[in-house]
């Protein structure tokens, strides 16, 4: 949360930047004999825009066209597959989404099998359930292993991306009788593991966030501030 706070804030500065101070500097700039620098000229052209509105149509049509293509019937697997893409790119952040999936799949599957559901049973209703097509592939493919008499430790050991720690919980579930709070208690500490790097990448991104806002508003000073500096050494 506190990198988004870091993020709302500088959007916000940067707003009032553009709309109330450098309409005072480019008052003062009209008085200039000189042309201004490029980036003065580019600032001054986005807190106009930004005055006059003109930002809001092209934002509006983006909005409303991407909430189209999102909500057409069909595109739902076709934006998953897009974001898998995405994913293969950055992959600790890939990492971090296939474990928080399987851990939510293993808790399902260990609150389905201390109800009293069998392990086919429940594997059914989980695929039935579970959306996104790399785990239900793999759903079904765990299913298909165990009806071939192979055990849930040596499915999950088949399937690319899973997690080796929730392998070795399934075996000893498995051994000792006690699958069914095997399953939930590694889907918690999948989970947890998962929460946990989450917040040391938070804690990593906020030092990075705060060069990038300080580059940001240094870059806008050094606009409004460098036409002057060339007049005075003019």
Known sequence: SYPLTILVIATFMM??????????????????QKPLPIITQWIIKISQSL???????????????????????????????????????????RHLVNQYR??????????????????????????????HPCQNTALKQISGQLERGRTLNEAWGEIEHVDLRLVQ???????????????????????????LRLEKMSQMLEPFMMVCVGMIVGTFLIGLYLPMFELTAG
Do not use: C
């Open 169 to 195: 919980w399934t075996s000893v579930g498995e051994k000792t009788g006690r699958l069914a709070s095997m399953m939930a208690q590694a889907g918690n500490l999948l989970e947890d593991d998962v929460n």
């Open 51 to 93: 005055r006059n509105g003109q930002w809001f149509l092209p934002v509006a049509l983006l909005v409303i066209l991407s909430a189209l293509i999102i909500h057409r019937p069909g595109n739902g697997q076709y934006i998953k597959s897009l974001l898998d893409r995405a994913l293969r790119l950055m992959p600790p952040i």
């Open 102 to 131: 399987w851990a939510q799949i293993a808790q399902r599957l260990g609150l389905l099998l201390q109800s009293g559901i069998q392990l086919q049973d429940a594997l059914l209703m989980i695929t039935e359930s579970v959306q």
């Open 15 to 32: 707003i009032g930047l553009l709309v109330w101070v450098v309409p005072q500097f480019e008052s003062l700039f009209l008085t200039f």
